[in-house]
């Protein structure tokens, strides 16, 4: 075990799975919504004769809202429960995604986009904030293996949905809505039974946290870089290695499984090894992963492999960072902690 973690007095004794199952379910679900939408916009937009720069300055506006999301909502919610808070995100989150599909208008688009990164920010943010304030340290690394291959698993099933539900007459973004309206009333349910409440945000904590933890602040900023570079460049490396388009398909289909089946597995380590040990052997594994793709002849049995080991290790940065902020903070500067993550991530990306 490792002997060195200490227990803040203000800890819970036990954990209130409860609350647990209230994040871990309406975050995985709202990542189908959300794994649909991302790649359904830019789709969409591509259709409607929008520029790469139009594309990409309309991602922009979603971080854009994502920032002001971290301004302006401890205002908002001074005096409303996490689980309200949340609830709020997703209905409003359901509501910008009917708006999608109820106009073509690009410049109403940007504004959408906007509201979207806002809503979706609170909605992490305080997410993470209460599942590890509800989480006693002794399970925290596998709290946050499930949660992370809960998110993971939603990001792989929502881009599925799409040539199901095609991309004409909004059908896709209206199912979207459904879902995630479905989603806000299941947890509203679920959260009654919740004992257990984080802090409120206060905005002054934030560089606060930075400055007390930069070490987890770096490992958010790799997380989010990896993500925006390396897993969207190693189809396009592999294609140019002389393999089909179906098999880079396929190539970042086992990376994804990586992803989903080793978080729990590694959430067992990170409650048994020093968590930040852990961390760094994630980014050295992801490293020479994804590094060693560059050497290995594209059409190798190795690439398998190294897909799968990279995709593990890469979202491994994320479950050992989130587990070491519930470990190292609790009250107000757990929830500043989960809003750094977010602006880092925005940032790496």
């Given at each position: 075990m490792n002997s060195t973690r200490s227990v803040s007095p203000h800890r819970l004794?036990?954990?209130?799975?409860?609350?647990?199952?209230?994040?871990?379910i309406g975050i995985t679900v709202f990542a189908v919504a959300q794994g649909m939408t991302y790649p359904l916009i830019s789709l969409l937009l591509g259709q409607m004769g929008a520029s790469d720069t139009i594309v990409g300055l309309n991602a922009a506006a979603f971080m854009l809202g994502l920032g002001v999301s971290v301004i302006v909502v401890p205002a908002l919610t001074l005096n409303l429960k996490a689980g309200q808070v949340i609830v709020a995100g997703l209905l409003g989150a359901a509501v910008i995604l009917a708006g999608f599909a109820a106009t073509e208008d690009l410049r109403i688009w940007f504004i959408l986009r906007f509201a979207l990164g806002f809503c979706v920010n609170t909605i992490y943010v305080f997410g993470e904030a209460w599942l590890n304030a509800a989480t006693a340290d002794a399970v925290r690394g596998r709290v946050s293996g499930v949660y992370g291959a809960g998110m993971s698993a939603g990001f792989v099933i929502g881009p599925l949905a799409i040539p199901v539900l095609g991309t004409d007459d909004g059908l896709a973004f209206a199912a979207c809505a459904v879902l995630v309206s479905l989603v806000a009333f299941g947890l509203a349910l679920l959260?009654?039974?919740a004992r257990?409440?984080?802090?409120k945000l206060v905005l002054a904590d934030l560089p606060r946290f930075v400055r007390a933890a930069p070490l987890l602040?770096?490992?958010?900023?790799?997380?989010?870089?990896?993500?925006?570079?390396?897993?969207?460049?190693?189809?396009l490396h592999l294609t140019a290695g002389g393999v089909s388009a179906a098999t880079a398909a396929t190539f970042v289909a086992v990376m994804h499984m990586g992803?989903?089946?080793a978080q729990p597995l590694l959430g067992v380590v990170l409650d048994k090894v020093d968590r930040?040990?852990?961390?760094?052997?994630?980014?050295?594994?992801t490293g020479l992963a994804f590094g060693l793709l560059v050497f290995v002849p594209a059409t190798g049995a190795l690439i398998w492999v190294l897909g799968a080991l990279g995709g593990?290790?890469?979202?491994g940065i994320y479950t050992s960072a989130l587990?070491?902020?519930g470990q190292e903070h609790s009250g107000a500067m757990l929830v500043a902690g989960a809003s750094a993550f977010s602006l880092a991530y925005a940032f790496g990306e």
């Open positions: 004794p036990a954990t209130d799975w409860w609350s647990v199952a209230t994040v871990i959260s009654r039974r257990i409440e984080p802090d602040v770096f490992l958010i900023v790799i997380f989010g870089f990896v993500d925006a570079t390396v897993l969207s460049l190693s189809p992803m989903i089946v930040r040990l852990v961390a760094a052997g994630c980014m050295a594994a593990a290790a890469f979202f587990a070491i902020l």
